[in-house]
T-cell receptor, first 115, second 110 residues
Framework: GDSVTQMEGPVTLSEEAFLTINCTYT??????LFWYVQYPGEGLQLLLK?????DKGSNKGFEATYRKETTSFHLEKGSVQVSDSAVYFC??????????????FGTGTRLQVTL | ETGVTQSPTHLIKTRGQQVTLRCSSQSGHNTVSWYQQALGQGPQFIFQYYREEENGRGNFPPRFSGLQFPNYSSELNVNALELDDSALYLC?????????FGPGTRLTVT
C-alpha cells in the first residue's frame, strides 16, 4: 500500500538557518503530494502541494519539488523564524474516485527554532 | 467563509462506552473525511463521506461508524470504546483535491 517516510525529529535550528525536512513516498499510480503544518493544540493546515512530477509547491517561504525519479518531496526554507516552530507532515493522496482522495501521512517532524 | 468546526473540543470516556463526535464542513464542501491521530503519530484515515454516502474506508473496525447529513455536516460514532481509541480525531472537508482540517476533538478513554 501507499506509505510516506519522513526524517525523524526533533529538528532544532537557530533563527535564520536553512531548513530541509526529507520526505520519500511509495505509491502506485501518480499521487498528489502535500505538506501540512500543525501548531501546538491545533489541527492541520495545508502548507503547500504539488500534483505532478517536477511541480514545485511554495508558500510562506517554504517550497518542495515533486521528484518522481527519487520518489521524494523534501521541504525547504531558506531562513526559518521562531514562528515556524511546529510539526510538519508530508502526505500523499491516492488519486482515487470522488472529489477528494484519502490522505496518507508520514509520522511528522517536529521543528524547534530558537533565537 | 466559515472554516471546519468540530465539537466537543475535549472529552473523557470510560472503556466500553460509546461516543459521538461532530463536524461542520466548510461552506460549499460536500466531502468530509475523518482521521485518527494518536499521540506522536501522523493522522490515519478512518473513512470519507461524499453526498451522504460512505466513499472509502481505512483499516478501522466496524465499531467506528459515521453519518453525513444533507447540509454536509458529519458525525463519527465509536462504540465499545477501548483504551487505544484515545487520540485526536480530525475532520477534514473538501470540494476539490484539497482537504481543510478542523481543530480536532481530543478523546481520552480511561
Amino acid at each position: 500500500g501507499d506509505s510516506v517516510t519522513q526524517m525523524e525529529g526533533p529538528v532544532t535550528l537557530s533563527e535564520e538557518a536553512f531548513l530541509t525536512i526529507n520526505c520519500t513516498y511509495t505509491a502506485t499510480g501518480y499521487p498528489s503530494l502535500f505538506w501540512y503544518v500543525q501548531y501546538p493544540g491545533e489541527g492541520l493546515q495545508l502548507l503547500l502541494k504539488a500534483t505532478k512530477a517536477d511541480d514545485k509547491g511554495s508558500n510562506k517561504g517554504f517550497e518542495a519539488t515533486y521528484r518522481k525519479e527519487t520518489t521524494s518531496f523534501h521541504l525547504e526554507k531558506g531562513s526559518v523564524q521562531v514562528s515556524d516552530s511546529a510539526v510538519y507532515f508530508c502526505a500523499l493522496s491516492d488519486g482515487g474516485t470522488g472529489t477528494a482522495s484519502k490522505l496518507t501521512f508520514g509520522t511528522g517532524t517536529r521543528l524547534q527554532v530558537t533565537l | 467563509e466559515t472554516g471546519v468546526t468540530q465539537s466537543p473540543t475535549h472529552l473523557i470516556k470510560t472503556r466500553g462506552q460509546q461516543v459521538t463526535l461532530r463536524c461542520s464542513s466548510q461552506s460549499g464542501h460536500n466531502t468530509v473525511s475523518w482521521y485518527q491521530q494518536a499521540l506522536g503519530q501522523g493522522p490515519q484515515f478512518i473513512f470519507q463521506y461524499y453526498r451522504e454516502e460512505e466513499n472509502g474506508r481505512g483499516n478501522f473496525p466496524p465499531r467506528f461508524s459515521g453519518l453525513q447529513f444533507p447540509n454536509y455536516s458529519s458525525e463519527l460514532n465509536v462504540n465499545a470504546l477501548e483504551l487505544d481509541d484515545s487520540a485526536l480525531y480530525l475532520c477534514a472537508s473538501s470540494a476539490r483535491d484539497e482537504q481543510y482540517f478542523g481543530p480536532g476533538t481530543r478523546l481520552t478513554v480511561t
